[in-house]
């Protein structure tokens, strides 16, 4: 359904950073950088078919985050999720809502951590056993 996700960034440099960590622990290898025709500065995460961009705003404007929107990253494991979440933390970003563990959703039980990357996008680490 989904071709990519672009989010905005204020510190293309850190936000790289930042994601290059996180990214790690569910199976991402690299970046890729890239610099459009007007300057605008991105970094592409590729994996399994699926791409992350960031991106500094074509406006020229501060990147803000959106709200109600999160981004879920679907790891391996309940330890994947914790990791993925302690890696954040330890990276620059804000743990959120409940400390990452088990919770009985509208789709059945499954693994859940919360945090917020450096400019505050909302993500998610789930893990559904089968």
Known sequence: MFNHIMIGTNDI???KAFYEKV???VGVEGSMDNTTDSGTKRVFF???GNVLALSQPIDGEAATCANG???GFRCNSAEQVKELHDVAVAAGGASIEDPPGLRDGAMGPMHLSYFRDLDGHKLCGIYRPS
Do not use: P
């Open 13 to 15: 440099d850190k936000s």
């Open 23 to 25: 990214l790690e622990v």
């Open 46 to 48: 590729m994996h399994d």
């Open 69 to 71: 929107m999160t981004i």
